[in-house]
Each structure stands twice: as C-alpha cells, then as structure tokens.
C-alpha cells in the first residue's frame, strides 16, 4: 500500500511540475503521460521506507530540467 502512496505522489508531482513549468515558459506540449510514467519509475527506484518528499522532489527536478528546459531537444537527445 505504500509503495502505491509513493508512486502516486511522484506522479503527481512530476505532472505538476511540467504542467507549472510549460505554463510559465508558455507551451501548450503537455498533452502526455510522459511525466507520469516518470514519475512512477523514479518512484519504483526508491526503496519502501523513503520519505514521501524525495520522490516527489526527484521527479518533480527531473522532469523540469529534463522535459521542460531541454524541451524540444529531448527526442534528439535520448530518442535516437
């Protein structure tokens, strides 16, 4: 039951982030459940006893630095 807690508050939080972060920076790209299914991988990377707070701050900076800043260079970047 736990590890689904942790999984929802990190998805929650990297969602949150990129939607913030695509708002400030005025983007409309945010259609996807990219960021969600980021989140819950840097969630299940974690071990049962974590603290709520790391995960959701781990997904939320990774996905702000990884989907928003480098934005349209992510494809390039690791897609190919």
Excluded: H
Aim: with cysteine; hydrophobic share 60%; charged share 10%.
């Amino acid at each position: 039951l736990r590890v689904l807690a942790i999984c929802a508050v990190s998805a929650f939080s990297a969602w949150t982030a990129e939607m913030l972060g695509l708002m400030i920076l005025k983007r409309r790209n945010g259609n996807d459940i990219r960021s969600i299914f980021f989140g819950i991988v840097i969630a299940l990377f974690c071990p049962v006893t974590v603290s709520l707070w790391l995960p959701a701050l781990a997904s939320a900076v990774s996905v702000l630095f990884v989907r928003v800043i480098i934005g349209k260079n992510y494809k390039t970047l690791f897609m190919t």
